[in-house]
Nanobody, 126 residues
Framework: QVQLVESGGGLVQAGDSLRLSCAAS????????TGWLRQAPGKEREIVAA???????????FYADSVKGRFTISRDSAKNTVYLQMNSLKPEDTAVYYC????????????????WGQGTQVTVVS
């Protein structure tokens, strides 16, 4: 099992950057497909970025079209942490961001999520 704790959210201006961190405990996060999902008020939770398990197609990533070119997901196995670097933030990026992990090689859908973090609020004002 793995436990996930997010940090790094906050209130920023449009165009600013934020880096979200997801600290894992228990088993090393490299053995899980990982992802960042977000949920805005009145909207469904969606995957914004995903990273394959280290023993799978290592390094494979997915980005939602809305964040492609602006967000980057990465993993530091030594620190047992997954990051989401968010650049050029827009008001429409405002949401609660969740770190998640799956025992599958890749988080192809939110239905594959086995473990959730508690979420961190990101608010982008214009």
């Amino acid at each position: 099992q793995v436990q996930l704790v997010e940090s790094g959210g906050g209130l920023v201006q449009a165009g600013d950057s934020l880096r979200l961190s997801c600290a894992a405990s228990g088993r090393n996060i490299r053995w899980y497909g990982t992802g960042w999902l977000r949920q805005a008020p009145g909207k469904e939770r969606e995957i914004v970025a995903a990273l394959s398990r280290a023993d799978g197609d290592s390094g494979s990533t997915f980005y939602a079209d809305s964040v492609k070119g602006r967000f980057t997901i990465s993993r530091d196995s030594a620190k047992n942490t997954v990051y989401l670097q968010m650049n050029s933030l827009k008001p429409e990026d405002t949401a609660v961001y969740y770190c998640a992990a799956t025992t599958a090689q890749f988080m192809g859908s939110k239905e594959l999520v086995d473990y959730w973090g508690q979420g961190t609020q990101v608010t982008v004002v214009s």
